[in-house]
Each structure stands twice: as C-alpha cells, then as structure tokens.
C-alpha cells in the first residue's frame, strides 16, 4: 500500500486520499474568450512531469497540495495550500 | 528437441523467412511517417498500402511491435455503444473483424461469445435500455435480459452477488467477442510489410519539425526523416509527442490494470461486465480467466501495477463467482490509459497541416483497431476527414460539442 502524508494527519494509506488534478489558474469567466475558457474547461497538461496537484484526505476531509512526479509515482512533497506562489 | 531448431540454432542463415523484414537504416524520407507500432499504426499502414497504394510510409516504434496497450488489453470487441457516431463505428469494426484472419493468413483467434452488461441498479437498468434502443435503430443486436437469461449463460454466478448487489437484468449483445492482441499487431505488421512498407523498431521519435504551420520531419534516435504527413497512434505517449507539435488536447494519462488466473477448465462461456462491481471478464481459449477493472484513480505515466487491484477485484471476482476462492491470480500488468472527457476517441486532422491524430483510445481501443486504421489511412491519403470519425475531432472541445460516451464505458470510472 503506498503511503501519503496528509499536512494535518501525518502518514495515510493512500486510499485515504481522493485526487483533484493538477493545480490550474482559472481565467476569469466573464472576461476571458470563449477559446480560453474551453482550454480551461478542457485541456490538459497530459506530459509526465513533477506536478503541482489537489489532494484530498477523505477521512478528514482535507484539502491540501501534493508535489508528485507522475512518470516515476512518487510523492515528493505535501503542505496546507497557502494562496498562490 | 525438434530437429530443425537444433539444426538451425547455431547457422547464421535460417530457411524460414522472418515475420517482418529487417531494414538497418531510415531512409532520408518517405510520403508517410507512422509514429506507433501498436495495432492501430499498423492497420493504417496496412490499409494505405492495400486500398491507397501508398506504401512509401515507414512504421516508428520505440519498443516492440504490440508492445504497448495493444498487447495488454483485455480484448473485448463489441459495438454496443451509446452514441450514434460511436454505435456506426464500432460496428463498421466489427463487420471488419470478421474476415481479418483469412486476410491475413494467421489465426486471430476471434472467438464470439456473446457480452452481459449486468446491471445491478435500477440506474443501470436504465442505461442499458437506453443503449438497447439506440443499438437497434443502427441494426445492432442489443436487448436487455432478465437475470435468468444470464444465470443460464453463466450457471456458475451468485445472481445476489454475496447479497450485497443482486443482479436484476443485463444489456445483451451476442456479437462481443474476443481476440489474440498480439497477432493483431502482427497480422496487420506482416501484412504492410509484404505491401513494401518498411517497419522499425527500437526507434522513438524525439521530435517533430513544423514549418509555417506544416509538417516537413521526423527526428528519431535512429536519425532524421523528411515528410509532409505524420500519423500520431501511440495511445498513451500521446500527450508527450502532442508537446512536439504544440497541440493542446483535453487527453489525461491513468493506468488500466489487467490479471489473468491460473488456466482452468472451460466453464466460462459468454464475457460478463459490471459496472457496479467494476470487474469484465471472460476465459481465454487457454483457459486463463481474463480480468480487468476500473482505472487507477489518479494520474500516472508508466506501466508500474498496484497490489491493492489484484487485491480489489478479485474481492469483487469471489462476490460474483464464490467457488473460485482456491484459484491463483497468475500474472498482473498495466497500460497507460489516454483517457479523453467524453469517452470518445480524438482523430483525425489537426491545426497542424500533414499532423493527423488517432488517440484519446483510452480503455476502449483495441476493438476499434481495424476501422481505425481504415479511417485513418482514408484521411492521411485524402487529406479529408472520414465521414465515420467526423464526430471525433480534436476541435469539438473548442465548439464546446462532446461524444458523450461515457454511459458506454465498460466500467464504472
Ligand atoms: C489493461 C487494459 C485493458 C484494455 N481492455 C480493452 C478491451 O477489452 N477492449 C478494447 O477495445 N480496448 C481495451 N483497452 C484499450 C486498448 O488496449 C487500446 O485503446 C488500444 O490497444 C490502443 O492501440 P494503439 O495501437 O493505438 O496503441 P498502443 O498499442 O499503445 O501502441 C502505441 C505504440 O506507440 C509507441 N510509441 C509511443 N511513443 C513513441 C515515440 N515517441 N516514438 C515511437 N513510438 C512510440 C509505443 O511504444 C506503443 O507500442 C485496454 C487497455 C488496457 C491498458
């Protein structure tokens, strides 16, 4: 079972954990074209890469960001969302 | 030992002519560079060979022929779909299975057994009624069933499923089948081959060259290539080389776990489904229980399997088939899924001039293989999109005008 470390309950078995992808800048609704906003609602960043990803740890239900490596599934790091840096 | 392998074993000439020939270089170009030597880059070099008389086309492989989700799938074909645009696609497939073997000369092992959705809520009573309705205005063969009909197709079931999740009727589709994956690869592989279409392998192609909006190379570990078109089919390395020609597409990578039991006597006739207790199955001509499940629930982009999927389904393999308690799991392994939104498929042209697309296949594409290739050979040959994949186009995400397929999907995602 592969673990992740939740920032408030420490180390969790990761069915624990629900995923909410990638970390992605909303444009804003009713400013953006209707060819951004479809990109937004749509598209992907499909490539393997260290990603920036919403995680969830159900049980407590905590929202919080996960750094993981999608090609080699590796967590590299967890913490408390703290705006957008 | 037979004779002729010892005989043959240590010569360096060997009477028997290869499956595929072997070519030591790239050519500096050809008319068409196939990036993807799984069944679906394969049949379409088949097909622009055989009906378009192009056969100045190369094959780039990274690995091995059907080395990817062509030789890992579960092999379930059928047509029982719940859009029209899908419903006439997979159909014109499966009308295409049917006389691939003699085509080939080589025995796909294409075995017609008849497909059970089982539906175990009163929700999914209702999908499959839908489905059943839209099927046979297409002429499908699809009708809903009571539990009975599958109890008598699958004497060995617990209709409550461990009490847990009865059972209340299914979405039957008599023509689902099942096939050899590898010797698809092969078949269509040999088949271009013989056309003069020249096949590498251990070949990746590290680039793409774009110039004013069209394509003119290949860059590859093995040299560079000019062409003007290049047919994309690598499944799930499709985002990677959609990066190489500045294509955004809504397609997203997960694992699609597989495992196969120890070989048992038939007892398993038709292929069962469930969406409620996200298992298919069906039994090899081998013997070998056939297993598959819902996607790994989050994003990864390698082959790497899990201990928790043997683990999960075969808990809900014993809720549906207690007496196969004692039975081993024998081998497990995982592809790379390019799952899309609506389940559809993305194909054809692209804003890239000479860059047409055949991916977004996710967990459905291997009994879409032949009539792939068919539409994609037309659409590289003719430039012009084939009537049947009009409605899979990359650019109906733009026009916000999805193939809602997902009611389609074989399990629960
Ligand atoms: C576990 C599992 C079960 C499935 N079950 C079913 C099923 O029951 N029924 C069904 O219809 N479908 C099923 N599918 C889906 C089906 O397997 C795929 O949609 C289909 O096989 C895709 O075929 P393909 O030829 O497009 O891709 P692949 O067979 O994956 O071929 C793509 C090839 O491209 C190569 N490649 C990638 N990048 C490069 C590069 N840069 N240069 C050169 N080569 C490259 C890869 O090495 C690979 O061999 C399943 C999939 C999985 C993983």
Request: glycine share 10%.
């Amino acid at each position: 079972m592969k673990i992740m470390t939740c920032p408030v309950n420490g180390p969790r078995a990761i069915s624990e954990f629900a995923y909410g992808g990638e970390i992605r800048p909303m444009p804003d609704p009713a400013t953006c074209s209707d060819d951004a906003w479809a990109d937004y609602v749509f598209n992907r960043n499909g490539s393997p890469g260290v990603k920036r990803e919403w995680w969830c740890h159900t049980p407590s239900n905590t929202w919080f960001v996960a750094e993981r490596d999608t090609a080699r599934d590796v967590i590299v790091r967890t913490y408390l969302y703290a705006g957008d840096n | 030992m037979p004779w002729r392998l010892l005989r043959f074993a240590l010569s360096d000439k060997h009477p028997e002519p290869r499956m595929f020939t072997r070519h030591d270089a790239l050519k500096p170009a050809y008319d068409v560079v196939i990036i993807g030597g799984g069944g679906h880059g394969l049949a379409a070099a088949y097909y622009l060979a055989r009906d378009h008389g192009i056969t100045n086309v190369c094959v780039l492989e990274k690995g091995y022929l059907g080395g990817g989700n062509t030789g890992r799938n579960t092999t379930i074909i059928r047509s029982n779909y719940l859009t029209p645009e899908g419903v006439k696609f997979y159909d014109e497939s499966v009308r295409l299975w049917q006389d691939l073997s003699t085509d080939f000369d080589l025995n796909l092992f294409y075995s017609n057994r008849g497909h059970f959705t089982l539906a175990h809520t009163d929700a999914a009573l209702r999908t499959s009624r839908w489905r059943a309705e839209v099927n046979k205005h297409f002429g499908i063969e699809s009708e809903v069933v009571g539990p009975e009909v599958v109890k008598q197709a699958a004497p060995m079931i617990d209709l409550s499923c461990g009490g847990h999740a009865p059972i209340l009727g299914a979405l039957y589709h008599a023509p689902g089948a099942v096939a050899r994956h590898d010797a698809v690869a092969w078949g269509y592989g040999r088949g271009a081959d013989l056309r003069g279409v020249e096949i590498h392998q251990r070949t990746e192609v590290l680039g793409i060259d774009v110039a004013g909006g069209k394509v003119t190379g290949v860059r590859t570990n093995r040299g560079n290539i000019s062409t003007g078109k290049v047919l994309c089919a690598v499944a799930g390395s499709t985002p990677r080389v959609l990066d190489m020609v500045g294509i955004r597409s809504p397609i997203y990578i997960h694992p699609l776990q597989a495992m196969v039991s120890e070989p048992v006597k038939p007892w398993l006739d038709p292929i069962l489904v469930s969406g409620s207790l996200h298992v298919y199955i069906s039994q090899s001509a081998r013997g070998e229980l056939v297993m598959g499940a819902s996607l790994d629930p989050y994003e990864v982009q390698s082959t790497r399997s899990t201990f928790d999927f043997p683990e999960g389904l075969s808990s809900h393999m014993l809720d549906m088939f207690p007496f196969l308690s004692n039975v081993k799991v024998m081998r497990q392994w995982a592809g790379m899924a390019d799952m899309t939104p609506d389940f559809a498929p993305i194909m054809g042209r692209t804003p890239v001039e000479g860059f047409y697309l055949d991916g977004g296949w996710g967990t459905w594409g291997f009994k879409a293989t032949p009539v792939c290739g068919k539409t994609m050979s037309y659409t590289v040959a003719h430039d012009r999109n084939h009537d049947l994949i009009t409605g899979f186009t990359l650019d109906r995400f733009r026009n916000f005008e999805l193939t809602g397929e997902k009611g389609a999907a074989s399990v629960g995602h």
